[in-house]
């Protein structure tokens, strides 16, 4: 075989198409036929990484197993492959700037003017090629953020049309995500926007192999075979993206049109059998056919835009399938929540989820849930933030310290029941400089955890500054509010758990970026069990 092959998916006409869930789709049907693949982001902007970014701005920031601050679509890719990915899946034009200036000043460009061709657009294809690189993968996909046309994307687009060239047509191809508007009131589907966005990606010399059109509407033979003609691409490289009620049905839809034969055929790899998606096939049908239904409130302060919240809202999705139960979100802004009106706002639900984040907008009203969820024997599950606001509600209403709080919001309060890590004290930079990534945790048996996890040690992902303070350690165990997984190496508080109660946990690290289709993270199973209870 040759050596790796390289599949690049852009789009055209308007962003938000669903580029990363084609591409995890496609890596999903490649994987099942016994190809090792791997997905990789490029991302146009000028921020080294997503992590300095307000969750308004760009959704979710994912954290990789190796500390790396990402786009939310990387946890798509890990959650539809089940394999993890790492720093070098995901790269932006800061990133590659930075290397490019720092070899400047290193004087590694021997006098040469450094210009966007060829120094910015090598790093790009070195960046690209070092995810192929060490002999891993089969197959890499490469979706390039943005949309064709934007002035910030021309020099990704632009290393693609060289590697094509370098490389040669059977080694890398390009899919072309497009939309087809429906016009209702003259009941037609358009095709015209799609061929002007593959008329400007050939301006840019590439060709496009492949055309996936997005559309609400099923399409007929008839415009595909138009699409194709117009286009120049094969006819039956020319497939529909129709919307569908979960994107975890995107790979089946595209199994059902050859999407991947039509991909190995023009990388020139073997075509074998149909890969039959069983597992796959299986937890679509028990996310469909749902046994049980819960409703669980997530608080958090964004909200507003549910992509703040992605991988949540999915580990619900994991976890309520193997649980056969159907989970309705219900998401409730933490600065709404008054202690007037915490008990109308979250009565009625099974269970409460506190979320994380930054600073003191809306702490209060999740200390308020944490609160209701103690005193009504409510399923609770707070992670990293959320588990810091049940400790200083803990705090000030079991152990009366009263004011107790996180030096986060209050560096004056008399009693810093979270505070900021030794390690943090001198770190001033705010970009990557985190605790980020996998640490050890080691369980007690006794406890919730290990219920979940049947196992007393395990890796976590994690993206905080602040932690539990060790000072109040045996307070907090006497009262009821007991630290059962600690890291051994640093030992940092982990989880905390209320004895007393149905189902009480906070989790210092995330769950939610390791869930996966195939392997539902298990503290999340276990507390939709608690919700359905
Ligand atoms: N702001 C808190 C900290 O830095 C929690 C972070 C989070 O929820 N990811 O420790």
């Given at each position: 075989m040759a050596d790796v092959k390289y599949v690049f998916v852009t789009g055209g006409v308007t962003s938000s198409l669903g580029k990363g869930i084609i591409s995890a789709s496609l890596a999903k049907l490649l994987q099942s036929r016994g190809y090792s693949v791997t997905i990789q982001k490029l991302d146009?902007?000028?921020?080294?990484?997503?992590?300095?970014?307000?969750?308004?701005?760009?959704?979710e920031c994912y954290v990789t197993l190796d500390g790396a601050e990402t786009d939310l679509d990387l946890g798509h890719y890990e959650r539809f492959l089940n394999v993890p990915t790492s720093q070098a899946n995901n790269v932006t034009t800061g990133r590659i700037y930075q290397s490019v200036i720092n070899k400047e000043r290193k004087g590694d460009y021997l006098g040469k003017t450094v210009q966007v061709i060829p120094h910015i657009t090598d790093e790009i294809k070195r960046r690209i090629k070092l995810v192929g690189s060490g002999n891993k993968f089969d197959i890499v996909i490469t979706e390039i953020g943005?949309?064709?046309?934007d002035i910030e994307s021309l020099p990704y687009i632009e290393s693609v049309r060289q590697l094509k060239w370098e490389l040669g047509t059977h080694n890398v191809i390009v899919i072309h995500l497009t939309l087809v508007p429906y016009l209702s009131s003259t009941g037609e589907s358009k095709t015209k926007p799609t061929q002007h966005s593959v008329k400007e990606l050939l301006e840019t010399g590439i060709q496009p192999d492949v055309l996936v059109l997005r559309t609400e509407k099923n399409l007929s033979d008839e415009l595909k075979r138009k699409v194709a003609l117009f286009c120049n691409v094969e006819e039956n490289a020319v497939v529909q993206s129709v919307d569908v009620s979960t994107i975890y049905e995107v790979p089946i839809k595209m199994l059902e049109q050859g999407l991947d034969k039509t991909v190995l055929r023009k990388l020139a790899l073997p075509v074998d059998a149909?890969?039959?998606?069983i597992e796959w096939r299986r937890f679509l049908s028990k996310l469909k056919n749902p046994k049980h239904s819960v409703t669980v409130g997530l608080v958090g302060k964004y909200v507003e835009l549910p992509d703040a919240y992605k991988s949540i809202a999915e580990s619900f999705i994991h976890s309520g399938a193997s649980n056969e139960c159907e989970v309705n979100v219900r998401y409730i802004h933490s600065e709404d929540i008054t202690e007037e009106n915490v008990n109308s706002i979250l009565?009625?639900?099974?269970g409460v989820l506190v979320a994380p984040g930054f600073g003191s907008r809306g702490i209060e009203g999740k200390i308020l849930t944490a609160k209701y969820a103690r005193e009504n024997n409510v399923p609770f599950l707070g992670i990293c933030l959320g588990m810091q606001c049940a400790v200083i509600e803990f705090a000030r209403n079991v152990l009366k310290l009263e004011g107790a709080h996180s030096t986060e919001i209050n560096h004056k309060t008399k009693y810093p029941v979270i505070d900021l890590m030794e390690e943090q004290k001198s770190v001033i930079d705010k970009g990557g400089t985190m605790r980020l990534g996998g640490y050890k945790c080691i369980i007690d048996e006794n406890s919730l955890a290990y219920k979940a996890y049947g196992v007393t040690e395990i890796i976590e992902r994690h993206r905080h500054r602040?932690?539990?303070?060790?000072?109040?350690f045996n307070e907090f165990r006497n009262h009821g509010m007991v630290p059962v997984g600690i890291n051994p190496d640093s030992n940092l508080v982990e989880i905390i758990e209320i004895t007393d109660h149905i189902w009480f946990v906070g989790v210092q690290f995330h769950p939610e970026y390791s869930s996966t289709v195939i392997k539902p993270h298990p503290l999340f199973v276990s507390f939709i069990k608690a919700c359905i209870k």
């Open positions: 146009p902007y000028i921020n080294v990484d997503p992590g300095t970014l307000n969750p308004y701005e760009h959704g943005g949309t064709v046309g149909e890969p039959p998606m009565g009625g639900l099974n602040y932690e539990f303070n060790d000072k109040y």
